[in-house]
């Protein structure tokens, strides 16, 4: 390649960008260029060099392999929300934990991640290394930690629009029960139940119990013993409590195997004031 075509194809990617942006196409895929490709005179041979230029230079954001971004930088374009390239990078995806619980207003405390529920047959973007799992999978400024689920738990979701973007999000009560079966992705146990009390009289006690049954035996518990705690009818709860359960189990799946054992619930309460009662 000689210097004088270098600037000729320079501009004929920038080109592309601005054919993206005018398509809407502000997350694209390798194939998606190919497509557009031919409209701005940019040839096949040349694509992948174009995208690795126009990423080097800060025109588009690479997401994971073969999926791209558009910067801030291109002109007219708002860049996409995180919640939107959650959407991009799993299918099927959720904004879940304690990103949904900061969006349902269950928190004021802003997580540091995006939290994205996904199925254990999808294959997430992860760094290279043992504990990538926890550390996330960094875009920018922002990482993402994918919690896993089987199929089946993929549910008690929602719609909502975050801009411009389309986004599912888990709904207020299947928030809330994540928090009690994974604390440790929504600030710690203690975040979980107050979010429990903002929600208060707005939750829907049918919908949470039915979610609930269809998770586990230990979040039923966990589930009845917190709504108790709160003030629900007993009677209301004989659900849960009679739903079958091998010994006991924590209230707090993170906390340590001490405190009192309640016997209704089959639940050791093991939070920092009952811990050594």
């Known amino acids: 390649m000689n210097s004088d075509q270098k600037p000729k194809k320079s501009h004929i990617g920038i080109d592309l960008v601005r054919l993206l942006a005018s398509k809407g196409d502000r997350i694209f895929s390798t194939e998606r260029a190919r497509e ?7 040839r096949a041979s040349y694509l992948l060099e174009a995208l690795y230029h126009l990423r080097r230079n800060g025109w588009i954001v690479s997401l994971r392999k073969g999926l791209y971004t558009l910067s801030s930088s291109v002109p007219g374009v708002t860049a996409a929300h995180e919640f939107e390239i959650a959407m991009a990078l799993v299918n099927p995806a959720a904004i879940s934990h304690w ?3 900061h969006y349902h207003g269950l928190t004021e405390q802003i997580p540091r991640k995006v939290f994205v529920l996904t199925t254990t047959d999808v294959s997430v973007p992860r760094v290279r290394g043992p504990e990538s799992k926890e550390r996330g999978y960094p875009i920018a400024d922002t990482i993402y930690q994918f919690i896993q689920v089987k199929p089946e738990r993929f549910f008690g979701t929602m719609t909502v629009w975050i801009g411009e973007a389309s986004v599912t999000i888990s709904d207020p009560e299947r928030t809330l029960l994540d928090g009690l079966s994974k604390p440790q ?3 710690d146990f203690g975040e979980v139940l107050h979010a429990f009390e903002v929600r208060g009289n707005q939750l829907d006690l049918k919908r949470i119990i039915a979610y ?6 230990a979040t039923c518990r966990r589930l009845g013993w917190v709504l108790e705690e709160q003030g629900v009818h007993p009677v209301r709860l004989d659900r849960l409590a009679r739903l079958p359960i091998n010994g006991y189990r924590k209230l707090d799946p993170t906390g340590p195997c001490k405190g ?3 016997r209704r619930w089959m639940i050791q309460e093991n939070l920092p004031g009952k ?3």
């Not at 557009?36 to 940019?42: A, D, E, K, N, Y």
């Not at 609930?212 to 035996?217: I, M, S, V």
């Open 185 to 187: 992705y929504c600030g």
């Open 260 to 262: 009192p054992c309640n």
């Open 36 to 42: 557009l490709s031919p409209r701005v005179g940019l």
């Open 99 to 101: 990103s949904a619980l």
């Open 212 to 217: 609930a049954e269809k998770l586990d035996a």
């Open 275 to 277: 811990v050594g009662t």
